[in-house]
């Protein structure tokens, strides 16, 4: 009777290890956040560092005039740049051997561990990056303002010494649809970059960006040559794009790179079940 409840009690316990739990969940998020905080601290200052340091070159040559839509180009090359390298940090505690010995020790399981990458690395970035954006920014705004030879003018023709320069309201309307087709764009990016980082060991970015590459090249170089065989003076994509409206061609890249995107992120999530496997 005796070793029939203790085998039960095991079986029921090993079962429990298997599914979600939010208060493991939970502890697992504070212990992550308070081992990784030195790590996070010095991604962020350097994100902040370089907006800071970016803004202030871009608006040298500028003598009196520096509208919304002059801060656009910036934000979106940073948030890509910024974007591709924070997620690539991901899974850092499977650099070697015997980091990674210590985090299998951890009692969690693979999805929570999964998630908690996730939501850190991607989720927490793109929610963060345009508050620290418009802040920093707002802040460079007024260094140069302070220092310069002349006022800077960001909006009206108000000089900029409050926090006023990027209004991301403006930036969605002015984008229209194709505001929800980039954040699509940028988050399948994150997700590469995410998913090298759960694949490879050490250099993760690097291997990641390379073989990625490697397989846009191939795929581009096959239609090249299919195109060129066959002497498609207009292939069927360009026929195809020229009748679609805004609208269906935002939803064709939204649906693409929502599907990519799973499939990484599936991808991604054996990998790690594969790499605590063995």
Known sequence: ML?????????????????????RFGRYFKSMVTLTYKQTLLLWGTIISSIFLICLIAMAPSENQWNDQDWIPIFVSIYFIAGILYSGSSFSQFRSKEKTVMALMVPVTTFERFLYEFLEKIVLFVFVYPIVFYSVSSFAVSVRNIFGSSAMVTHNGIPALQFRNVSFSELFVQSGGFFWAFFFLSIFLFIISFAGAATFRKYPLIKTIVFSGSVLAVIAGYFALI????????PWIES???????????AFIVVITTIASLVTMAFAYFKLKEKEAK
């Open 3 to 23: 070793p029939s409840m203790v085998f039960n009690s095991t079986k029921k316990v090993m079962k429990t290890n298997q599914i979600f739990n939010f208060n």
């Open 227 to 234: 195109i060129g065989k066959l002497h498609l003076e207009h």
């Open 240 to 250: 195809i794009g020229d009748h679609w409206s805004e609208r269906q061609a935002v």
